[in-house]
């Protein structure tokens, strides 16, 4: 009995404080029934992407997308940061391969086209490469994580494709 008292306690004081907080204006411009001024460009997203993993699970990368549209929204800048880590602990004799990523972008004005951007690709267990690109005009970003030999340029063992970035989602 002392227990569930103790619990419906925490549970009112929770709910007492949440409706402290709701109370609290956001800022201090609503507070005071001032309008906030704007931006002369227009509000960009942000987000994280990731962990994705290549088909046997001995790559993954992961990072973020910022979308930056211009001030009448027909343009836009999409910038992808991420890190590529190669997790696959075996010998190149022993069938040790190196982490890769492909990344593809479907352009605004596209119909049904996707185009490959960037790859990216790393040969060391245990350690990581980091990597930025920009694109221009972009509608949608995937990436695509997989395996690859080390002089070797067609991937294996890859995951499925990954949906990054997508404009619809603003």
Not at 35 to 59: E, L, M, R
Not at 147 to 166: A, H, N
Request: with cysteine.
């Amino acid at each position: 009995m002392k227990r569930t008292r103790s619990i419906l306690t925490t549970v009112a004081t929770t709910v007492a404080a949440g409706a402290l907080v709701l109370a609290v204006p956001a800022n201090a411009a609503a507070a005071n029934n001032k309008p906030v001024a704007s931006s002369s460009a227009s509000a960009g997203s942000f987000d994280y992407w990731g962990t994705y993993y290549s088909a046997n699970y001995k790559a993954k990368a992961k990072g973020t997308v910022r979308a930056e549209w211009d001030t009448e929204d027909e343009s836009n800048s999409v910038r992808v940061k991420g890190t590529l880590y190669d997790i696959d602990y075996r010998t190149y004799s022993k069938g040790g391969k190196c982490a890769y990523i492909r990344f593809q972008t479907h352009g605004l004005a596209d119909d049904a086209s996707w185009t490959n951007r960037k790859t990216y690709k790393h040969c060391g267990a245990g350690e990581w490469k980091s990597f930025t690109f920009w694109n221009y005009d972009v509608d949608s970003i995937r990436a695509k994580v997989c395996q690859v030999g080390r002089y070797d340029v067609t991937p294996i063992k890859c995951g499925s494709w990954k949906y990054l970035y997508s404009a619809d989602d603003e």
